[in-house]
């Protein structure tokens, strides 16, 4: 039962920051659990110092004055996402990478429903969040796996035309109907760029996961795609370059309104082990904070956000959402003082 976030929730009519908790994980592909991530991260959130010296010094010390609330979770939500894992992992343990799309009529049936279920989620999470930024709140979801948040970005941009999605991830999530599923986690960021006109531009960092279709598409993207490749920060720094240098680089590829995808497994997996795909390499949680600083030193604006694929560890582990509700309180402090002059 989600009750608070940090222990400080309000009433989200009196809140500045509105965060909207989606457990699903219809089409995870590997290791699950991260429909259990937005409870995992509200408990942990409660042994977060909420007072924070990194975040002082843009002058938000205590995100949490602004006024948060975690919204409780929709029983539709929970309902028809186990209802679409249940039979999406149907459809995966017969997919066959030899013969991809070669399903029996029984399992055609059942890809068909997971992705009419899917479809419905992005439509109600649309207006879900269409519905609080029209009251003038900072909305960030809290997932899920990473196919969760696609009804947030279209609401966001929506409201922002021209916005750019900053992107961090271990994957580049560009795959075309993975598996057959439309909505799945694998290909959120083709479905942005396929679906979403009015977002300008997808800058993706931390990834070093990727097939050569995907490489392919950021290529033959007209820069509406930059890829800040994990291999290439890493042999930049070994040369010489800070990092907070390429921090800057990667703001200053963002056009002025700013929503962050954060997937956890683009940080290094130490730190997130029980995530659903983890991979060698990635960000430390330094070096991630450091890119949201730049993108608010630059002058630009995060108008939204989310946190998805943090898994809960068996027998209660608890690692992984320690640092998600960490990370989350970053992203919420950040987003408050791009936009203190919204507010001033």
């Known amino acids: 039962m989600l009750e608070s976030i940090y222990g400080v929730g309000i009433a989200p009519e009196q809140a500045r920051v509105v965060l909207v908790p989606v457990p699903w994980e219809a089409t995870t592909s590997y290791g699950r659990g991260t429909a259990n991530g937005p409870e995992a991260i509200a ?163 931390g990834v070093r996961d990727f097939c050569q279709e995907e490489y392919r598409a950021v290529v033959e993207s007209n820069g509406r795609i930059q890829a800040f490749w994990d291999v ?24 002025q309104d700013v929503y962050v995808s954060f997937d956890i497994d683009g940080l290094d997996p130490t730190l997130c082990p029980h995530t659903g795909t983890p991979v060698p390499g990635g960000l430390t949680f330094a070096q991630a904070t450091c890119v949201l600083a730049a993108v608010v030193q630059s002058g630009r604006r995060i108008v939204g956000f989310d946190i998805v694929e943090v898994a809960p560890g068996p027998d209660g582990d608890e690692w992984d959402a320690n640092v998600g509700a960490r990370l989350l309180h970053k992203m919420i402090g950040y987003a408050l003082a791009s936009q203190r002059s919204d507010q001033e």
């Not at 894992?85 to 991809?100: H, N």
């Not at 290439?232 to 056009?255: D, H, K, N, W």
């Open 43 to 205: 408990a942990a959130s409660h042994q977060v110092d909420l007072f924070d010296l990194e975040l002082a010094s843009f002058g938000i010390a205590e995100p949490y004055r602004a006024g948060l609330a975690l919204l409780p979770i929709e029983p539709e939500v929970a309902q028809n996402g186990a209802e679409a894992a249940e039979r999406a992992l149907r459809v995966i343990a017969a997919y066959d990478e030899t013969r991809p799309g070669e399903y029996c009529a029984s399992e055609l049936a059942e890809l068909a429903r997971v992705n009419e279920l899917s479809t419905w989620l992005d439509g109600w999470l649309e207006l879900e969040v269409l519905g609080w930024l029209a009251k003038g709140k900072l909305v960030g979801v809290v997932g899920g796996d990473h196919s969760v948040p696609f009804g947030s970005i279209k609401a966001h941009a929506t409201r922002y035309p021209g916005l750019g999605v900053l992107h961090f991830d271990a994957h580049a999530d560009l795959r075309v109907a993975y598996q057959g599923f439309k909505g799945s986690h694998a290909s959120i960021m083709h479905r942005v760029i396929d679906e979403l006109p009015l977002v300008s531009k997808l800058v993706s960092v």
């Open 232 to 255: 290439t920060l890493v042999r930049l720094q070994q040369s010489g370059t800070s990092f907070a240098e390429l921090a800057s680089r990667i703001a200053a590829a963002l056009p």
